[in-house]
Nanobody
Framework: QVQLVESGGGLVQAGGSLRLSCTDS????????MGWFRQAPGKEREFVAG????????RYAESVEGRFTISRDNAKTTVYLQMDSLKPEDTAVYYC???????????????????WGQGTQVTVSS
């Protein structure tokens, strides 16, 4: 079973950077594709970025393309989201999630994920 714990959120000024981390505390996520999602107040949860379980294909939402980078460590126990050139509209609770053997496009289509983290708040001030 996978247990996801996010960290790295906080308050940053517009134009700044943050790096989010999501660690599988049970070290069992090597067969899982990983994704980052976010939910702003009053809005639905949306896909941000995903990385595949096998060869590391990545996919991004248009709104973050070129500013955010998803990666994972070689042991596949931690996935990162490097967020640069942050904007106030990036303010949201960010969640990581895992889905076994999933193609990255399934996450972009908001298909159900197997496991979710508890979320970490990112606030970008103008």
């Amino acid at each position: 079973q996978v247990q996801l714990v996010e960290s790295g959120g906080g308050l940053v000024q517009a134009g700044g950077s943050l790096r989010l981390s999501c660690t599988d505390s049970r070290r069992s996520s090597s067969s899982y594709s990983m994704g980052w999602f976010r939910q702003a107040p009053g809005k639905e949860r949306e896909f941000v970025a995903g990385i595949s379980w096998n060869i590391g294909n990545t996919r991004y939402a248009e709104s973050v393309e070129g500013r955010f980078t998803i990666s994972r460590d070689n042991a596949k126990t931690t996935v990162y989201l490097q967020m640069d050139s942050l904007k106030p509209e990036d303010t949201a609770v960010y969640y990581c999630a895992a889905k076994k053997y999933a193609p990255v496009r399934s996450m972009a289509l908001l298909e159900p994920m197997d496991y979710w983290g508890q979320g970490t708040q990112v606030t970008v001030s103008s």
